[in-house]
């Protein structure tokens, strides 16, 4: 097939490579290219580049011209698409024998400065972005242009790289005279030794507003704001790093992700977008890392590419009700210059590269990211959740960089198509944990007692994972030393031991033993209400009215559940916000619980999602804006944000109305009503993992029936732990008849493996679990151990899994009889795990599958892996592909496995096999009277390894493939190769 023709096989697939993204920059950059070489002539350029049409109009303008102007103009299209798309565009679609090399082609003698314009033009775009204004500057003064040909060229509707094509275009019309005054420039500040951009100093303006912003950005970042700032805690104090990661499994990173990652290159899947989010679980650490960003700025100490920042809470963005520019919403939101204003404001549109923003708590806005209102003029004024839409999707302040946090609940497909990359924080490691505690516990013996507390209750460990339940246990370090035999065990537990620490804190006189609560009952309700209000409204931030509406007195402020808001841009005199919203969505429960005053339909419609939005506020109804109102009656949905709050709100429900707290709500509430209110529950509860049960469709015939479960069932089964009552779990897993159970992708952490070994160790019949692409971690595995005796297989890829984590997981696979397959591809295991698989191997004579691939094992890991290997027979499937095994291990593995009567599939892919390693594997294919495929891809094995490998397959009939793909050989050798044996696959 010619290139011409390859034009327009691909077509569709060339115009989603190149506009798919919204923007024109890769459309431009081919331009650039084919300009430079001839290619098209100006009028061309003009032709396909018409202002206000549409990008896929120009995309098709372009093939359409590309392909009469025949085979060679095509090549060298092909060429530059290759040279301007990111690697994960341009895999779509073949460039096989099109790419010959762009500079090949023109090579005639540049006569003129204006040819050189457009000969030079794709390193003269990128050389200009930098410095428009001093490239204008000297054009004005060399009198080629005027003050109107600069705003032409400054449009805030452009970016960087299209204001540089707008300059050069503009001084190619003035003639030979303006060329020579930009290409002499340029030459003079390349010959000055500096870059560009290094040779520019930004406005003294811009510069004493800097100071300014940074001084008020480290005002507001140097104590400790997540959980109000109870403690005045220093930031540098108390800080401690949490787990992050790349969303999308990257293998060119290495090492763990750092803070300055988030806006680096690592991970990028997206060039041509703005927007990094950053994504967690509610108390996980995202303001604190966003916190901690800000700090470092402006210090100076880290993020130095970025001039200003200007920092903002989604929360308080909620309460303004104006509609705002891009200008107001900077300055009256983070900080106020004491003059310039418009000239700063310019500087910002000229110089998006220079500019950060970061918006926190994205799921905390009461309005669902849509892409519905295109917005692209930052002078416009629009609603502030439209401004910020725009801005997320680069429509708004094109290439500034925006880094936002939200849960990842509350992340659409439609947030995630507009992202330069997702970062996920994941919480603590074992050693954040004994680092935060450290920390927060200056006397050693304290800090001593709190982490030996934690270690002999491994529920509680668990859920110190997350930063929020383990500042509480902090906190409150002596009740959970008190506790003894009766330690917590659930998020509820933790949470009514704040409750307790801070009214006896608080108290002069406070009750104790079970009559604490009944003493505060009070404030208790006050503030339920306010929070189970909130909640149903997307409310986190109260006025003085928000308060006096629901009881709020001076005396329940003081008990500190309550802080005064920061809200810069607020013209009322107070505004409050609970210390975190999990603490509201716990006090929302606490008011389900004991009040008097609700629905005896709130339950059940807190349990079923679909009803959810009838939880409408009756207080707070009245006092919304009539806008609002008219918007949520529109809206007839609840966002996202508000599904999980409300979730989370049903988990405390369910813990609150646990058998273990029952004896709290004694003197609180009639008894007949709780019992009718733990019914409810209890029935709900059963009803949602009906529906879950019912959905599983009927297996296709000879597979195993198997059950892909939703976020929601796993909502559910922590709902179950919670309430802590066996019976319970025992008539949910009585249910469920499923050989294999799916949650990949479930946001799952140690919180819900704690949840998940404690209902489905009640499984009638074992199962294969699988929990890929989640968050377990080593502290997960320890979690999931009370559910292995019902594991028949356990899939755990991409968890971020240790040697560590593996070395108590197997000591309890060992014992447990259903046991029988592993699969830990993409963790972090290194050669100190196979001993501990190879005494699996030696001890279980029943094991069938392991599979290990992409971690960091070596030819000493297989080594020990061997060891196991010949005393075991029954093994069928090994995989340990995308390892270090090298030639030494292949050996060591050939030789204990030449004789297998059970292996049927062997993997070795990319582990730097040559052919020393394939002689020695050709023995086992020879010998072996089970083996059917053998994976050998990507390995540097040559002629003479692959011609051991052919004899070998002489004596075997039984097997089906050898699979050979990229290795050493020349196209020559692999079709011989393949006339030579069919069951070589290259």
């Not at 300055?331 to 004491?338: A, I, T, V, Y």
């Not at 030996?452 to 246990?473: D, F, K, M, Q, Y």
């Not at 005199?573 to 004991?594: D, G, N």
């Not at 377990?776 to 594991?791: F, K, T, W, Y």
Request: aromatic content about 6%.
């Amino acid at each position: 097939m010619s290139v011409q023709e390859l034009v327009l096989r691909q077509r569709t697939e060339i115009l989603h490579a190149l506009c798919s993204s919204g923007s024109a920059e890769h459309l431009e950059q081919v331009l650039d290219i084919l300009l430079s070489q001839g290619e098209l002539i100006f009028e061309d350029y003009q032709n396909i580049q018409v202002p206000g049409r549409a990008l896929y109009t120009n995309g098709r303008q372009l093939l359409d011209l590309v392909y009469i102007k025949g085979v060679d103009t095509c090549a060298l299209f092909y060429a530059a698409l290759q040279q301007v798309l990111p690697e994960v565009q341009r895999a779509g679609f073949s460039f096989s024998g099109c790419c010959s090399n762009p500079e090949e082609k023109k090579e005639e003698y540049q006569s003129t400065c204006t040819q050189s314009l457009l000969t030079q033009r794709p390193s003269l775009v990128s050389k200009l972005q930098g410095c428009i204004e001093d490239t204008l500057k000297a054009l004005v003064i060399s009198g080629h242009f005027t003050s109107a040909d600069c705003d032409e060229v400054r449009l805030p509707i452009h970016t960087p790289s299209q204001q540089a094509r707008r300059l050069l275009d503009y001084v190619r019309s003035k003639g030979e005279s303006a060329a020579k005054v930009v290409l002499q420039y340029i030459q003079e500040k390349q010959v000055s030794g500096s870059t560009l951009r290094d040779s520019w100093t930004p406005p003294k303006e811009v510069l004493k507003y800097q100071k300014k912003l940074s001084s008020s950005v480290s005002a507001q970042s140097c104590f400790l704001s997540t959980y109000g700032g109870t403690s005045h805690m220093s930031l540098d104090d108390i800080y401690t790093e949490g787990q992050l990661e790349l969303a999308q499994n990257c293998n060119d990173v290495h090492g763990p992700l750092g803070l300055k990652d988030i806006v680096g290159t690592a991970g990028t899947v997206n060039e041509e977008a703005d927007t990094v989010l950053v994504s967690g679980d509610a108390g996980g650490g995202k303001s604190t890392l966003l916190q901690r960003l800000h700090l470092l700025w402006a210090r100076g100490t880290a993020f130095e590419d970025f001039l200003l920042l200007f920092p903002f809470s989604c929360r308080r963005l909620n309460s303004v009700q104006q509609e705002l520019s891009v200008q107001e919403l900077l300055f009256q939101h983070c900080c106020w210059p004491d003059r310039e204003q418009e000239e700063i404001f310019q500087f910002i549109l000229d110089h998006p590269q220079l500019i950060l923003f970061t918006f926190d708590g994205l799921d905390e806005l009461k309005q669902g990211f849509s892409d519905e209102h295109r917005l692209c003029c930052p002078t416009q004024r629009a609603p502030v959740h439209i401004l910020l839409f725009n801005m997320i999707k680069g429509s708004l302040m094109k290439g500034v960089r925006k880094v936002v946090t939200s849960r990842p609940e509350a992340v659409s497909p439609v947030l995630k198509k507009n992202l330069r990359k997702e970062v996920l924080l994941q919480g603590f490691t074992p050693s954040g944990i004994d680092c935060f505690v450290q920390k927060h516990h200056l006397d050693p013996t304290v800090a001593a007692k709190v982490l030996e507390s934690l270690r002999t209750n491994t529920a509680l460990l668990g859920l110190c994972h997350s930063p929020v339940l383990l500042w509480i246990v902090s906190q409150c370090h002596k009740e959970l030393l008190g506790f003894g035999e009766g330690s917590p065990q659930t998020i509820t537990d933790v949470f009514l031991m704040i409750l307790q620490h801070f009214f006896q804190h608080q108290s002069s006189q406070s009750t104790m033993g079970s009559g604490w609560l009944h003493e505060h009952l009070n404030t208790v309700l006050h503030l339920g209400q306010l929070a189970y209000e909130g909640i149903g409204t997307s409310c986190y931030i109260f006025s003085d009215t928000d308060l006096e509406t629901c009881g709020v007195t001076d005396t329940d402020i003081c008990m500190g559940f309550l802080i005064q808001s920061k809200d810069l841009s607020s013209t009322h005199s107070k505004r409050f916000e609970f210390l975190h919203l999990i603490i509201q969505c716990f006090f929302a429960a606490l008011y389900i619980v004991l009040s008097n005053n609700t629905d005896r339909s709130t339950i059940p419609k807190l349990f079923e999602p679909q009803n959810m939005t009838v939880l409408r506020s009756t207080c707070f109804g009245v006092c919304l804006p009539s806008t609002e109102k008219y918007e949520q009656a529109l809206k007839g949905e609840a966002t996202s944000a508000k599904t999980i709050n409300l979730q989370i709100t049903a988990t405390f429900v369910s813990g609150l109305l646990s058998q273990r707290h029952r004896s709290l709500w004694l003197h609180c509430c009639p008894s007949a009503v709780m019992e009718k209110r733990v019914k409810q529950v209890v029935r709900c509860l059963s009803k949602g993992m009906q529906k879950h049960f019912k959905s599983i469709p009927q297996p296709v015939e000879g597979e195993k029936k198997s059950m892909h479960a939703m976020p929601g069932f796993v909502w559910l089964i922590k709902c179950i732990y919670e309430m802590q009552e066996s019976r319970i779990a025992k008539d949910a897993m009585s249910k469920l008849e499923v050989d294999h159970l799916k949650l990949t992708y479930c946001n799952i952490g140690p919180v819900e493996c704690t949840a998940l070994a404690y209902v489905l160790q009640h499984l009638r019949n074992p199962v294969g679990l699988q929990l890929d692409n989640n968050s377990v971690g080593d502290v997960g595995v320890e979690q999931l151990l009370p559910c292995m005796p019902v594991c028949n297989s356990l899939y755990l890829r991409n968890n971020n899994i240790t040697d560590e984590g593996i070395r108590k997981l197997l000591a309890k696979g060992i014992q447990c009889d259903s046991f029988r397959k592993i699969a830990l591809f993409n963790n972090k295991l290194t050669d100190a795990c196979t001993q501990h698989f190879s005494h699996l191997l030696k001890t279980k004579q029943d094991f069938l599958s392991l599979r290990l691939g992409n971690n960091n094992i070596t030819e000493e890991g297989a080594k020990q892996l061997a060891e196991g290997l010949k005393c075991n027979h029954s093994l069928a499937y090994l995989g340990l592909w995308g390892n270090k095994i090298g030639d030494a291990g292949a050996e060591a593995l050939a030789s204990a496995l030449e004789n297998s009567t059970s292996l049927v599939w062997l993997s070795l892919v990319d582990n730097g096999v040559g052919s020393v390693g394939a002689c020695a594997l050709a023995n086992i294919i020879k010998n072996s009277t089970s083996l059917e495929e053998l994976w050998l891809t990507e390995n540097c094995i040559t002629r003479t390894g692959v011609d051991c490998l052919i004899q070998a397959l002489e004596h075997n009939t039984r097997m089906q493939s050898v699979w050979l793909k990229n290795n050493d050989l020349s196209l020559g050798e692999v079709e011989e190769l393949t006339q030579r044996e069919s069951r070589l696959i290259f």
